[in-house]
């Protein structure tokens, strides 16, 4: 009983099951019409045969005709009656059934991608963990050179600042689903962050080249923490996805009095059916039996959600002749020339 229940919570049982029910109800709802017109029929029978013993045809054939009429009209009143309540049942029955399956489709999708989640994320934890431990009992256990302990220091920091950004990730999707985040906007001087943000990432990666195209004077009243989470999310998204040695750009221009900010990238692109989609929560291209780049899934979530903050969009293109761009336009902004 208790392995019948676990594949019914797990959805494996619960498409067979629920068209088994549905087509009982339906079954069920076609033999009550059936025993309803039987009904109907003896309900005419027995008019009939109390007309026949009350009006005798041959000697009041007028009075018996009227009768018979009424005896019709009111069997043909009584299937109409019972088709259209049966029509308006069974349209009842079939919409209910449709928005109940999708809401337990919905559901068992999102159990299915919170368990993704989980597997992800603890993978996620126990990596930078991990390699932080081991680079900290290198250092007890071992006399190390003052360049190699510094080489382990630094990819320690490496790994916990990879782990404080999941743990903001976590933190912020949180608040998001709550209505709790507040931003803490100031006057930002946009290009500078954008460039020091893409510094510091480009210096703890090697395996791919970021290059920043950033036009300099551009000024933002935003939440610099938010910003640059969206900045971190994106190119670290790149990073995950496209072959190593590629080039990652990072543009910020203006066009048509708006602000353009794009990050780009020359891997393998998005399947146009996924573009929307990668926003969701949770939601990655693939399974996780299939995917090989690390993630939780909540990076491009939570960046359309801190670009719409911002009053913002963020959409996505293909890059030619591969790749993708992911373009935020945002509209309040300041340009200050030299």
Request: aromatic share 8%; hydrophobic share 40%; with cysteine.
């Amino acid at each position: 009983m208790r392995r019948v229940f676990h594949k019914l919570e797990s959805g494996k049982m619960v498409t067979p099951v629920y068209i088994f029910l549905l087509i009982y109800t339906i079954m069920a709802l076609v033999w009550w019409g059936v025993l309803l017109f039987r009904q109907s029929d003896q309900i005419t029978g027995y008019e009939r045969e109390n007309l026949a013993m009350r009006i005798d045809s041959t000697q009041q054939p007028m009075q018996y005709h009227l009768a018979e009429q009424r005896i019709t009209k009111n069997e043909e009143l009584r299937t109409f009656k019972f088709l259209g309540e049966g029509a308006i049942f069974l349209l009842i029955l079939l919409v209910g059934a449709w928005l109940v399956y999708r809401a337990i489709r919905k559901q068992l999708k999102l159990q299915q991608q919170q368990q993704n989640f989980l597997m992800a994320v603890t993978h996620e934890l126990k990596s930078p963990i991990a390699a932080a431990k081991l680079n900290l009992e290198t250092i007890r256990k071992r006399k190390l050179d003052e360049e190699k302990q510094h080489k382990l220091i630094d990819n320690t920091i490496r790994e916990t600042n990879r782990l404080d950004q999941l743990c903001n990730n976590i933190l912020l999707a949180s608040q998001f689903e709550s209505d709790r985040n507040q931003l803490f906007r100031e006057d930002l001087n946009f290009s500078d962050l954008l460039q020091a943000g893409t510094d510091e990432i480009e210096a703890r990666t090697n395996s791919h080249t970021i290059v920043t195209d950033i036009q300099p004077g551009i000024w933002l009243n935003g939440d610099k923490f938010m910003l640059q989470i969206v900045l971190s999310n994106l190119v670290e998204n790149a990073i995950k996805y496209v072959p190593k040695g590629t080039e990652i750009r990072v543009l910020l221009f203006e066009k048509d009095r708006l602000l353009k900010w794009q990050v780009i990238d020359a891997g393998p692109g998005i399947p146009a059916g996924e573009k929307d989609r990668i926003f969701q929560k949770f939601y990655r291209i693939g399974n996780e039996n299939t995917r090989s780049a690390k993630g939780s899934g909540l990076g491009l979530f939570l960046t359309r959600k801190i670009i719409e903050q911002h009053n913002g969009t963020i959409v996505v293109k293909d890059n030619a002749p591969a790749g993708t761009i992911f373009e935020i336009t945002l509209g309040e902004y300041s340009a200050q020339t030299a």
